[in-house]
């Protein structure tokens, strides 16, 4: 049976070309990362493939099916391999180079492969910030704002890089499907035609090996050193595994454009090329973005014909080794310094605004849980995703023919920043269940939400005109405050704030002026 | 020169690591396609959608003994899409408490039928299949009878109410 599909597929000559190679002696455990580099691809390879059963390429859909992705029975396991997967190959990747490196293995014959890894390198980069976009939420949506902001100081022809890059005019669905296409098509092919380059190229001059030759027979590939692969590639992959479920690849709130408390953070192997740009502002920033970046890459480019000799020992190459070490000791540092300066992505609103805990008083009283429960006709808003934007969910609330024809009571006249706090509560909810308030917050949140919020900031949140009245209570006790809000220019002629005191009931006054007495 | 004994270690060694790179293979393979197949096979556990009651007007648009067609908005689940499908129903009441729902997809191909009110029959259009009013097959190729649904009269406001 095996002679005869031997003699049609021939597959022992194949077996044997695949396998039998010969290694020089003293091959040993630093020359398994090639391998590791290819099993973690396969993975990406594998569990990208079948991310795109579920996943939808459109701005209106693309988060909604990753959130579908993650509740599925292995759907978190999966987006979490293929999601941890990509730091994964990024150290691998940064490992196999500098053991190239330390190993002088790009010397003569070898130059082209080493070329044709940097190219490898390179994809892998685009496979990481394409990628970075899809689950379409804040993180995905800013994170290529930046890019492609930062592709627009490209010397001669910026703004051509950077409309190739978005596509259409604004960052949206044209960007989308662009970088889903590069992704899993463009990109995809590019790897594996150069994969199988690198590959074909290694076997052609066979591997480098040790630095020093050792005395001994030479030993085949299979099981010898391929017993040192596996068993590297299985504690890597055990170690992936143990990632993806121990930790949920984080899912931000959807990308919101007008979002402007929002600050964007770049996954972390780019956080130093992020920090980098912080040194340089202004019409300097081209010497961050591209200049430094353009040196090191020419550096590694050039790098077997800067460094010539037949030497391969790191310890007889003083020299070079000192100058890989300070790059690879300014890349750890400004990824560190990257990582302490930007803001730990929670701090961003942890806790309910004023306004999100009012939104929920609003979202009560116009009756959206008449259809918006369990059993109603539409979806509870609390889960839900809040992909809509303002102006769809004002049409919303303020037209409902327009929603469901016949299955709405008449429209009730919703304020404009009602639905805004509306739209606040829904996206806060949709990511953190209600913790429940005190009652005086619970009572505030809706006049503030309504009328203080277009001038006044609390906690962040809200307008710049007024005053911020975070801490209200330092200067001014309960009874003044109440005397200003019903009427400024009683307390100060000069106000410029209208009066309240014939929109507000009296114990909402109360409420509110004891409540900001008590900000100190 | 290799003494016999050496050889044999060295094959024996052959044979262990040969056995452990397949075992580790096989098992990466297995564990990476169980996975990747429980992904692809099992998408619908997360939503199950459900039948809910739907408002289809009252009882002052339809005249007893004669199907009037109503169309709904149906929300639906499907996978990551939640759509608002439009489902037509014809209504048949009796004049009184009764009220039957109709389905108007036809039951042999999925096409869907109108009621041509002079012959009094619901016909389709795709293959000549032909119901009765209240819904029996009276010629053509359709399999059973139009689909039923559920459906009742709210006796506060007289309001239909069907489920779907």
């Given amino acids: ?520 | 020169m290799p003494s016999s004994s050496d050889s044999s270690s060295l094959r024996g060694r052959r044979r262990t690591l040969a056995i452990f790179v397949n075992t580790a293979i096989a098992c990466i393979g297995g564990a990476l396609t169980a996975l990747v197949g429980a992904f692809a096979l099992r998408p619908q556990s997360g939503a199950a959608a459900g039948a809910r009651w739907f408002r289809a007007g009252t009882t002052e648009d339809l005249k007893p003994d004669e199907p009037v067609p109503r169309v709904l908005a149906v929300s639906r689940v499907d996978g990551w899409y939640r759509e608002r499908a439009r489902q037509t129903v014809f209504l048949v009441w009796d004049g009184d408490r009764t009220i039957r729902a109709l389905s108007a997809t036809c039951t042999h191909l999925g096409c869907q039928v109108r009621w041509d009110a002079p012959a009094k029959k619901f016909r389709c259009p795709c293959h000549g299949g032909v119901y009765g009013p209240d819904g029996a097959v009276v010629e053509g190729p359709p399999p059973r009878p139009l689909d039923t649904i559920e459906a009742r009269i709210d006796p506060k406001n007289q309001t239909v109410l069907v489920r779907i």
């Fill in chain 1, 1 to 520: 049976m095996k002679d005869w599909l031997d003699a049609r597929i021939g597959y022992r000559e194949a077996a044997h070309v695949m396998l039998d190679e010969p290694l020089p002696p003293g091959t040993g455990w630093f020359f398994t990362l090639g391998s590791v580099l290819l099993g973690l691809l396969s993975v990406q390879l594998l569990t990208g493939a079948f991310l795109t059963l579920y996943y939808a390429p459109t701005p209106d859909h693309a988060y909604d099916s990753v959130r579908f992705i993650t509740s599925l029975p292995a759907g978190r396991i999966v987006r979490g391999l293929h999601h941890y997967g990509a730091s994964f190959l990024v150290v691998a990747l940064a490992l196999h180079m500098l053991r190239v490196i330390a190993f002088g293995s790009y010397k003569p014959p070898r130059e082209v492969t080493w070329l044709s890894g940097l190219v490898l390198l390179a994809l892998v980069l685009a496979f990481a910030l394409t990628g970075y976009l899809l689950p379409w939420d804040q993180r995905a949506y800013w994170a290529t704002v930046v890019t492609i902001n930062i592709s627009q100081l490209t010397p001669l022809g910026g703004e051509i890089v950077a409309g190739i890059l978005r596509g259409g005019a604004t960052i949206g669905a044209l960007t989308l499907t662009r970088w889903y296409a590069a992704h899993v098509i463009f990109l995809p092919a590019a790897l594996v035609v150069l994969v199988v380059a690198h590959l074909f190229l290694m076997r052609r001059h066979g591997i480098s090996g040790p630095v020093r030759s050792h005395t001994g027979p030479s030993q085949a590939f299979y099981p010898f050193q391929a017993s040192r692969d596996v068993t590297v590639v299985t504690v890597v992959l055990i170690a992936l595994l143990v990632w993806a479920w121990r930790g949920v690849p984080a899912l931000e709130a959807p990308a919101d454009p007008t979002d402007a408390t929002y600050v964007p953070r770049p996954e972390w192997y780019f956080l130093g090329l992020f920090q980098l740009l912080k040194y340089f502002p202004g019409k300097w920033e081209v010497v961050g973005a591209m200049v430094i970046p353009g040196i090191a890459a020419g550096f590694l480019a050039l790098l077997p014909w800067i460094d010539r000799g037949p030497e391969r020992d790191p310890r007889k190459r003083r020299r070079l080794m000192t100058v890989v070490a300070i790059g690879v000791a300014g890349v750890g540092l400004l990824t560190t310094l990257g990582w302490r300066d930007s803001p730990a992505s929670a701090a961003v609103g942890d806790t309910w605004t004023l306004r999100e805990i009012g939104g929920r008083a609003f979202v009560q009283k116009a009756a959206c849980s008449k259809c918006h429960s369990e059993d109603g006709v539409a979806d509870p808003l609390e889960g839900m995703a809040a992909t809509r934007t303002l102006e769809w969910i004002g049409g919303h609330v303020a037209d409902p023919e327009m929603i469901a024809p016949g299955l709405r009571e008449a429209p009730t006249v919703v304020h404009e920043r009602e639905a805004a706090a509306m739209v606040a509560y829904v996206r806060r909810a949709s990511r953190q269940p209600y913790p429940g308030f005190p009652e005086q917050v619970e009572t505030v949140g809706p006049i503030f939400a309504r009328y203080c919020v277009g001038c006044h900031k609390i906690e962040g949140d809200g307008g710049t005109e007024g005053p911020d009245l975070t801490h209200a209570g330092e200067k001014h006790d309960a009874a003044t405050l109440r005397r200003w809000i019903v009427d400024p220019e009683l307390v100060d002629p000069d106000a410029d704030m209208p009066s309240f005191g014939d929109r507000l009931s009296a114990a909402q006054l109360d409420a509110i002026s004891a409540y900001l007495a008590a900000r100190k």
